[in-house]
């Protein structure tokens, strides 16, 4: 039984984060990859979508230069011959300010001759903003 695509993709994206050598991933990416974060694109210019090779190793290397991944651990993992999905927490420091943040993740992910082709993840961006921010976000009520 060969390795699923998503576990060398996986350890090759943190190695790449932690050691903030994103042209490491390359040879796994597929030319045409269509990556997106979902989040505040305003306060985290990194997030958002992307398309092509040098587009995402680009985005890869803004996430490294602002973040250091800490720790991480699988929630959840569900895997398809050619995709995979799973829910994840992520222990983080904002390299600017030595701030730890937590965060979670769902990401699905899809590969072509086991390389990334398509990648979705959403973040729960209000808990994300928080933190960065340190403070609490105070909404109005909008219902009684």
């Known amino acids: 039984m060969t390795e699923h695509s998503l576990w060398r993709f996986s350890r090759a994206l943190h190695r790449a984060l932690s050691e903030r050598r994103p042209e490491d991933l390359a040879a796994l ?10 989040g505040p694109i305003d306060m985290f210019p990194f997030l958002g979508a992307r398309r092509g090779k040098a587009a995402v190793l680009d985005v890869v290397g803004q996430i490294a230069d602002n973040f250091q991944v800490r720790k991480f651990e699988r929630e959840t993992v569900m ?9 994840m927490r992520y222990s983080l420091t904002a390299v600017d300010s030595n701030k730890p943040i937590s965060l979670r993740i769902a990401h699905f992910v899809r590969f072509r001759a ?4 398509s990648m979705r993840v959403l973040l729960d961006s209000f808990d994300l903003v928080e933190q960065t921010l340190g403070h609490p976000i105070h909404l109005p009520k909008i219902a009684s």
């Open 79 to 87: 895997l398809g011959v050619d995709s995979a999905a799973s829910m």
């Open 29 to 38: 990416l597929d030319d045409d990859v269509d990556w997106a974060i979902y």
């Open 114 to 117: 086991g390389r990334l082709l």
